[in-house]
């Protein structure tokens, strides 16, 4: 919204600030992060009373998990008025890219705050029907990668084919044109990033730090996939205006910085489905926007073990009866082989930095 100012520019030089990304990036980051923290213990007071109980805590999980009892969920609503309200003063709202995130990141968070609504009132894990919910969430995926699809094809860069085709790491000139089908994949991408966040969010502190980490990365690959020199330098796919979408990850580090406070361990708050499905679904549409789909699996690479481990934990009890892990998610699994729960969660972490470098590392190798 204050990019408008440069118009005044003429008048009052330093206005001219409003003009670079870099800048507003930085100001997106402060303006959410101060939403947060202002607004933040007013929210959780009001979360606590309305409540009551809190999230309800898994029977069958560790033990320390039972003093957390009592703690209210919803907290994404936290994050949520921290992205959306900054990105709305900062960020350029004629951006389709910018448009199409942000309408994911809403609509993923208006999905999860109905799952989380049902499981504070019913006391129960089973929230929203899952065929229901992930049907839902690819419509809005689907809708968001179409029209990024439409504006890639009508930047006519790289060729006719171009919004429609997947580009891979190492390979320069490398594409496979998916036509109409991308639709489908990039949904897939992004419905799958939102699930793989929500279900790495376990722990205190679990799932915002390697959002917050992946974010800075994407913000990076955004700002550079969007600028065409520094593309060209890194031979990477140019695409035209998807440096925007720094300023909207500027946002979302911000509020993750601002949530972290509230969710330190002991937390005071979880972000719930509320946060967790509107975090990864906005990750999933920067990836998809930039052409950096597989990198994001490198990136988020905590983010597919856990969903992995989910996947093998079901399949193999299908099959046979028995569990490779004591429990599923994998955090939870090292948590009953006896490491604390700072233990799994910093430890994480360090793994979350260095798949990161890792898929940064990507972008110069070609």
């Given at each position: ?247 909207v990850l500027g ?12 969710n330190a361990p ?101």
């Amino acid at each position: 919204m204050l990019i408008w100012l440069v118009e005044l520019s003429e008048h009052l030089k330093f206005l001219n600030l409003f003009r670079y990304i870099t800048f507003r990036t930085g100001a997106s980051l402060f303006t959410s992060a101060l939403i947060v923290f202002l607004f933040g213990p007013m929210i959780i007071n009001s979360l606590r009373i309305r409540q009551g109980k809190g999230q309800p805590i898994r029977a069958d999980g560790p033990q320390t998990h039972f003093k957390k009892a009592g703690t209210p969920t919803m907290g994404g609503l936290m994050i949520l008025a921290g992205i959306v309200g900054s990105s709305l003063l900062w960020a350029d709202l004629s951006n389709v890219y910018v448009v199409a995130t942000l309408l994911v990141t809403l609509g993923f968070g208006a999905i999860g705050f109905y799952d989380d609504y049902l499981k504070v009132t019913k006391q129960s894990h089973k929230g929203f029907s899952g065929k229901a919910r992930l049907g839902i969430e690819f419509v809005i995926a689907g809708i968001a990668v179409y029209f990024m699809m439409r504006t890639a094809l009508a930047s006519g860069i790289a060729g006719s084919t171009f919004g429609s085709s997947v580009a891979f790491p190492f390979f320069k000139d490398f594409m496979i044109n998916l036509g109409i089908m991308f639709v489908a994949f990039g949904g897939f991408v992004i419905v799958g990033a939102g699930n793989a966040v929500n279900l790495t969010d376990g722990l205190d502190g679990l799932a915002i730090v390697p959002v917050m980490i992946a974010a800075a990365s994407f913000g990076v690959i955004a700002y550079l996939a969007g600028n065409a020199v520094f593309a060209n330098y890194l031979q990477i796919n140019f695409v035209p205006g998807t440096g925007e979408l720094s300023v909207v990850l500027g946002a979302v580090i911000g509020a993750g910085l601002g949530f972290l406070w509230f969710n330190a361990p002991p937390a005071a708050i979880f972000m719930g489905d509320t946060g967790s499905l509107a975090l990864g679904g906005t990750i999933g549409t920067v990836a998809v926007a930039t052409k950096h789909e597989i990198v994001m699996a490198i990136i988020g690479g905590l983010f597919v073990m856990e969903t992995l481990s989910v996947i093998i934990q079901v399949g193999f009890f299908k099959m046979t009866g028995r569990r490779v892990f004591l429990m599923a998610p994998i955090h939870h699994h090292f948590e009953k082989k006896g490491w604390t729960e700072s233990q799994v969660v910093i430890r994480f972490w360090i793994i979350a930095v260095g798949l990161a470098l890792l898929g940064l590392s990507t972008l110069k190798l070609r």
